[in-house]
């Protein structure tokens, strides 16, 4: 589904994203599983349990080969351990998608409250996706559950969750997924770069009550490697002079 992203709150948001009300995030796996698409395992999230008034809210982002060499999923996700996930071309990405998907994740079962009801209250999500393949950034906006999205509750197993993309949550619902491609994104580069994504919660109030956010890069390249270039052209041009003498 083509997203035509909504700004939902201006870039004011950014400057509040470090005043997090909730535990640091942390690499994790996420409650209770992967509930999107098949053979998709969990892990390498980085984690934010949310501080609200009802209890935590469990928010999570990733980065995984979308496409590999064989225009296939795999289950690489190349993270630091942090927040950082890096990716190579590969010969297996169609020319209109990135070669790797964002996960996002939200569970709200603690606060004994289902999505739809915390929505109802005032509550409210935004992702951020960078659509600045530099180092500097330029965000599009959205509300998550404005789009389609995998649907579940802690009970729901790997691969279980209901698909809606009406826009509207499933009812009594605690946990939503999905897996976005760049190239879904209007107006968002599918080249590799340097990507910012985060996902906050807001209370009813529009207060920013805590994010996680990662960053995708392209596979940095080895500092020996340009020396290693350098030093085998300066050998193949002296054995041409050595011929040529």
Request: no cysteine; net charge negative.
Given at each position: ?245
């Amino acid at each position: 589904m083509e997203l035509t992203m909504r700004v939902l709150k201006n870039s004011a948001v950014a400057a509040f994203v470090s005043v997090l009300l909730g535990t640091a995030a942390q690499a994790s796996s996420v409650a209770p599983d992967i509930i999107f698409g098949s053979g998709n395992a969990n892990g390498s999230f980085t984690v934010s349990n949310v501080t609200t008034a009802r209890g935590n809210v469990e928010i999570g982002l990733r980065a995984k080969l979308r496409y590999n060499d064989a225009g296939l999923p795999e289950n690489t996700f190349n993270w630091d351990g942090v927040d950082t996930y890096s990716f190579a071309p590969t010969a297996g990405t169609p020319a209109n998608r990135s070669v790797f998907n964002f996960e996002w994740h939200v569970n709200t079962e603690a606060t004994k409250r289902s999505i739809s009801q915390l929505i109802a209250s005032g509550a409210s999500a935004l992702l951020e996706v960078d659509i600045d393949p530099t180092a500097g950034t330029n965000f599009l906006s959205y509300d998550p559950f404005d789009f389609d999205a995998y649907y579940g509750t802690n009970a729901t197993p790997n691969g279980g969750g209901t698909y809606d993309n009406t826009g509207t949550p499933v009812a009594g619902a605690t946990v939503a997924q999905n897996s976005v491609n760049y190239g879904f994104i209007l107006g968002a580069p599918v080249e590799l770069g340097i990507y910012d994504i985060r996902l906050s919660i807001f209370n009813t109030q529009n207060q920013l009550l805590g994010s996680t956010a990662i960053k995708v890069t392209p596979v940095p390249v080895p500092a020996a490697l340009p020396l290693l270039v350098f030093a085998l052209g300066g050998l193949g041009f002296a054995g041409r002079r050595r011929k040529a003498a």
